[in-house]
């Protein structure tokens, strides 16, 4: 029984039941610690600084973006790698990552900027709230990182095909 304890766990029984080392099973307990303390000192600001009537829509809004994460920039990123992956050699895997990290980049800005898109479209009772043209910044954001990710995924892609030679 202690030789398939020792293959299982890989260090027998100094691993433990979990099969966790000591300075694992620590680190652990100390970022679940630090996790919590997080979790208590934002609901704590929150309750101190947004007012009562409000507080809803910011239980909508961190919803939504958690449904919007997990239902459509997750899969969007996810399936992205799989179709650049089934490409074949063609695409190492930096200049896949680049595309990801590309998407994600453009996804957190699209959260931020589509409540001013709305809350703009709405109007406002003072114009100095939201001065800027946001649509217009919105639609350059997602040319120059759409540039940006080309021109990089192309050097990739040619260093490369530079090295297959």
Not at 55 to 83: E, N, Q, R, T
Not at 130 to 154: K, Q
């Amino acid at each position: 029984m202690s030789t398939v304890g020792t293959a299982v766990t890989g260090s027998g029984e100094a691993s433990g039941a979990d099969g966790l080392g000591p300075a694992l099973r620590v680190t652990r307990v100390v970022l679940i610690v630090l996790g919590l303390a997080g979790l208590a000192w934002g609901a704590y600001v929150l309750l101190d600084t947004v007012k009562p009537a409000r507080i809803p829509g910011v239980a909508l809004w961190m919803g939504a973006a958690i449904v919007l994460h997990d239902g459509v920039i997750s899969p969007l990123v996810f399936f992205c790698g799989i179709l650049l992956r089934r490409a074949g050699h063609r695409f190492s895997g930096t200049l896949i990552l680049v595309v990801q990290g590309a998407f994600v980049v453009g996804s957190i800005m699209t959260l931020i900027v589509v409540p001013l898109l709305i809350a703009q479209s709405r109007g406002t009772g003072n114009p100095t709230v939201l001065p800027l043209d946001y649509g217009v910044n919105f639609a350059v954001f997602w040319g120059v990182l759409a540039v940006i990710t080309a021109a990089v995924s192309f050097a990739l892609y040619a260093r490369g095909r530079k090295r297959l030679r």
